[in-house]
């Protein structure tokens, strides 16, 4: 049934329209004092600290032994002594200590794709039950974060402020979103046809 179907999905957020209905599913990375030392590299790698990246994989360095690192562990044990690098590698284990983050995000729809607000070209389809609702690229350490039901279109929001439709765009174009920009000229409008 429906409702079975929907429970197994163990989604995390659900927004409804008129029309359809939209949910999303994060798959979350915990926080870096409990990554493991592989956990640690890869995340060192992305930060462009690739020599570094090498000592934590020889010397099998932990989230929890990186959580706690100050000036002197990073100098002594990982053979940091340019003051910039080590600045930047703090500031990014700040961000990351004590939160989740997200790797990861599916975004499942269902109701009248009439318009093509489920992501698909099928526009004489009418979902009863959730399908997967392709979702565009982002850059790393992007995700997802909300999705809204419109009437004719779904709209997709990042973390970053990158905003993503589908559906009846032809509206969303004429309609002035200047003002938004004046507000949060962060936020950056993109159209998916």
Wanted: hydrophobic share 35%; charged share 25%.
């Amino acid at each position: 049934t429906f409702a079975t179907e929907l429970s197994q999905l163990k989604l995390d957020y659900i927004h409804s329209g008129i029309s359809h209905t939209v949910g999303m599913k994060w798959e979350a990375k915990p926080c870096i004092s409990n990554w493991n030392s592989m956990e640690v590299e890869t995340w060192i790698r992305n930060l462009d600290l690739e020599d570094f990246a090498n000592i934590v994989k020889f010397k099998n360095i932990t989230g929890a032994q990186l959580a706690k690192a100050d000036e002197d562990f990073l100098t002594d044990v990982m053979g940091m002594t340019d003051a910039n690098i080590q600045q930047k590698l703090l500031m990014q284990i700040k961000k990351y200590y004590g939160k989740m983050t997200v790797k990861s995000t599916k975004l499942y729809a269902w109701g009248t794709n009439k318009h093509g607000q489920l992501g698909s070209k099928n526009n004489s389809c009418y979902y009863r039950k959730p399908v997967p609702v392709p979702l565009p690229d982002l850059e790393e350490g992007d995700y997802f974060e909300i999705a809204r039901a419109g009437i004719r279109t779904t709209a997709i929001i990042s973390e970053h402020g990158k905003v993503f439709v589908t559906g009846n765009t032809k509206e969303l174009k004429e309609r002035k979103v200047g003002n938004e920009e004046k507000k949060n000229p962060n936020k950056k409008y993109f159209v998916k046809e």
